[in-house]
């Protein structure tokens, strides 16, 4: 079956302007997760998602960063005034849900790279 | 978030077994280990998950030992294929929500 997919596959943008990032998950997988991840560095976490609502948007790094989910699919996040500080690579994770103490493995996306100028 | 420390890089030679230690002292008592793989300009994938003892799957083994204050990934006859970033992962898989906090990695080169 498909896998998470993520558009645009690169993006170039200047400074102050405003940008969105698309993730596809797969099909049936409840949760959602946005990772950025800058060169020479692991992903960092930003925000998970649990159906429509974020359960955990403890690392998202100040309010330009938005992120949405409104029928529990296809997310955007959303990056306002871009700062030439928010290149990188933002990635996309999706995994199922299930109750208790259960591992759900995380699928990731192959990412979108953002080029602030 | 338990904190890990692993080796920043390492070399292998084609066909050798590559051992990768993963140092986590502070590991919580329901916390699990995972390895994840990225390759360049892709997004990590998820290897092998354990707890304690051994773990081996088609691609790896994972070795704990009974303090689990480390854990060693275990890549059998690597090929040049297997270059890669791996990293070493902390955390309590919880109802489906496991945050993760990834380190640099360990980036393993192989030679042919």
């Known amino acids: 079956g498909a896998g998470v997919s993520q558009t645009p596959s690169n993006k170039v943008t200047e400074k102050g302007k405003y940008v969105e990032l698309r993730c596809d998950p797969i099909s049936g997988h409840t949760a959602l997760y946005w990772y950025r991840q800058s060169l020479g560095q692991g992903p960092e976490f930003l925000i998970y998602f649990q159906g429509t609502g974020a359960a955990d948007d403890s690392g998202l790094p100040n309010d330009r960063f938005f992120a949405v989910r409104p029928e529990g699919s296809v997310s955007t996040l959303k990056i306002q005034r871009t700062e030439r500080g928010d290149s990188a690579v933002y990635l996309c994770?999706?995994?199922?849900?299930?109750?208790?103490?259960?591992?759900?493995?995380?699928?990731f996306g192959p990412g979108t790279r953002l080029t602030v100028l | 978030l338990a904190k890990t420390t692993q080796p920043i890089s390492m070399d292998s030679y084609e066909g050798q077994e590559v051992n990768i230690t993963c140092s986590h002292n502070n590991i919580a008592t329901n916390d699990y280990i995972t390895w994840y793989q990225q390759f360049p300009s892709q997004g990590p994938r998820f290897i092998i998950q354990?707890?304690?003892t051994k773990v081996t799957n088609e691609v790896a083994s994972l070795f704990i030992p009974a303090d689990r204050k480390s854990s060693t990934l275990s890549l059998p006859r690597v090929s040049l294929s297997d270059t890669a970033v791996y990293y070493c992962l902390v955390g309590v898989p919880s109802g489906g929500y496991q945050k993760v906090t990834f380190g640099i990695g360990t980036k393993l080169q192989v030679i042919p």
């Open positions: 354990g707890y304690k």
């Open positions: 994770a999706s995994s199922l849900t299930t109750s208790g103490l259960a591992f759900n493995e995380q699928f």
